[in-house]
């Protein structure tokens, strides 16, 4: 009964440094998301993928990349990591895409 | 553009007193509207959602929310605030056919106290 599971769920990045962020759900989801939670700001959307083999930008893209390995996994990867993405990453599923149903736990990100 | 506002960033309320957490929305065709809840260190949950049937919507934990167009509103109520309420609560708005571009307010914190 695991749902969405995300890992690491804490890292600490210096600058210019690479990382992906793993995504995983068991519920036979079609699609997937990666949003961002900022103080203040809500959640923004970085990525979603519709269904495999699918991805698409959502409203912050910028500085990341993400791969739809298989119907289960959703990576999003930061290939030089900066300051400003410093931000509490969520990895969401739905059964078809509009809204997310189901969230991971989020993965806290300190970059230095 | 779509846009939500939420009033207030947190609320207090007793223990047993009525739950009333607001939500404005901007958007010049008829939305789908959601209320999601984050518990601490946890991710969202999906309360409710408006999707153009009844004004009036029933969620998950005894909350509901009513979509009044004339007032572009959806507000979030509960009649009776129970402690493991507190939790952070966001609403969001999608256009129809807008896709997966869900748009979330900046969150409201609700505090229950005995």
């Known amino acids: 009964n695991a749902g969405v599971t995300q890992t690491p769920k804490f890292q600490v990045l210096k600058t210019g440094q690479s990382m992906t962020l793993q995504c995983a759900q068991d519920?036979?989801?079609?699609?997937m998301y990666w949003y961002r939670q900022d103080p203040g700001m809500g959640l923004r959307l970085i990525y979603y993928?519709?269904?495999?083999?699918?991805?698409d930008k959502g409203e912050v893209p910028n500085g990341y990349n993400v791969s739809r390995l298989n119907k289960r996994e959703f990576s999003l990867r930061l290939e030089s990591a900066a300051p400003s993405q410093t931000s509490v990453y969520f990895c969401?599923?739905?059964?078809?895409?509009?809204?997310?149903?189901?969230f991971g736990d989020g993965t806290r990100l300190s970059i230095l | 553009a779509q846009s939500v506002t939420q009033l207030g960033s947190h609320v207090s309320v007793s223990e047993g007193a009525l739950v009333l957490l607001r939500c404005n929305y901007s958007?010049?065709?008829?939305?789908?509207l959601f209320w999601y809840v984050q518990y601490p260190n946890q991710g969202l949950q999906l309360l409710l959602k408006y999707t153009s049937a009844a004004t009036l919507v029933k969620g998950i934990n005894g909350f509901e929310a009513e979509f009044k167009k004339s007032e572009t509103s959806f507000h979030l109520t509960k009649p009776s605030a129970h402690m493991s309420d507190a939790a952070e609560y966001f609403c969001?708005?999608?256009?129809?056919?807008?896709?997966?571009?869900?748009?979330f307010g900046t969150g409201t914190q609700l505090k229950v106290e005995l």
């Open positions: 519920m036979n989801h079609n699609s």
């Open positions: 969401a599923s739905s059964v078809r895409g509009g809204q997310p149903q189901h």
């Open positions: 958007s010049s065709v008829p939305p789908y």
């Open positions: 969001a708005v999608r256009l129809e056919g807008g896709g997966n571009k869900l748009t």
């Open positions: 993928s519709a269904s495999e083999g699918t991805t």
